[in-house]
């Protein structure tokens, strides 16, 4: 068992992006807890992983860390960690003690430990872990206005990669309206197949400059998307719409619904203007419904839509 402290910056998406690669994740605030590490380094809502160990309760902590053999675990030093702000230094103390008592040549390291035990309370539920090593995402180094082709409409890595995740897709994308590629950067430096269109010449030009720059290989069409027939699995489109394009109808969105209920054979996420209205197609089924503030001008919408 694994679990995952996700931000608290919003968190319905969290547990959302959660939920789209471990169907079978339970909840308890702002912890997941999930059976595999295997998709963990994807989550773009994850502040840290940790390997459940045991769990016990709060009033039988020091009698379950007594009991434990952390020498199984133990590599030339430690150091303890209790996440709770109000009794962290005093249970960390406590708990050291008890296990440095237990090792064979014990080490303590506070500023590089080889082995780090942390303690994670939950209301009257304590979880003993190990941290996972999480590499870095480097979002700051993706930022739109540091890729080589740039449109100051373009998502923040960090939300990219939360809403590809939302597709649940472990295997390919596909962006229909892509832009300059923020979508099929994300997924390609998580290893998926990433297949993209857009009807600006331009737009593609710039997508192949910022997915070489991270060496991604693409398929990428330049066509109008409606004329496109080939059937894709999983979608995730964002609608044009912001201060440095035109407004959509109602009519274009709806057709744009129309083309993915007849293109994706799974899963599709669409962001759209909060403010727009649409009909969902009936072959599309609705699993999720989400409103992202991007600026005081623009919200979006975001649908996570399955094929019935």
């Not at 409409?153 to 472990?170: F, H, Y």
């Not at 129309?258 to 727009?276: M, Y």
């Amino acid at each position: 068992m694994f679990i995952v402290i996700l931000s608290a910056e919003h968190p319905k998406l969290a547990k959302a992006e959660v939920q789209s690669l471990f169907p079978f994740a339970s909840f308890s605030k702002n912890l997941a807890f999930v059976s595999t590490s295997k998709h963990i380094p994807r989550l773009a809502s994850a502040k840290a992983a940790y390997k459940l160990l045991f769990k016990t309760t709060v009033s039988n902590l020091n009698k379950s860390v007594a009991a434990y053999n952390w020498q199984q675990h133990y590599k030339k030093s430690f150091s303890v960690t209790y996440l709770d702000p109000k009794q962290r230094i005093s249970k960390e103390k406590q708990l050291a003690a008890i296990i440095h008592s237990s090792l064979r040549n014990p080490n303590v390291s506070l500023t590089n430990p080889t082995t780090q035990f942390t303690f994670i309370q939950n209301k009257n539920t304590v979880y003993a872990t190990i941290p996972l090593k999480i590499p870095n995402p480097n979002y700051a180094t993706r930022f739109p206005h540091k890729q080589p082709g740039f449109k100051p409409i373009s998502l923040k890595p960090r939300l990219a990669r939360l809403l590809v995740n939302l597709t649940g897709s472990t295997t390919s994308i596909y962006d229909p309206m892509c832009g300059i590629g923020g979508f099929l950067i994300e997924a390609g430096l998580m290893k998926l197949d990433v297949k993209g269109n857009d009807i600006n010449k331009h737009a593609i030009t710039a997508t192949k400059k910022n997915l070489a720059k991270y060496k991604i290989k693409a398929t990428l069409t330049n066509a109008d998307a409606f004329s496109l027939k080939r059937k894709h699995p999983y979608l995730i489109t964002d609608i044009p719409y912001g201060r440095n394009t035109a407004p959509v109808s109602k009519e274009f969105i709806n057709n744009v619904l129309n083309h993915i209920a007849t293109t994706v054979t799974k899963r599709a996420v669409i962001i759209l203007p909060s403010t727009a209205k649409y009909s969902l197609p009936k072959k599309l089924a609705l699993e999720g419904n989400f409103t992202y503030y991007i600026h005081k001008s623009l919200s979006k919408r975001i649908l996570i839509v399955r094929i019935k």
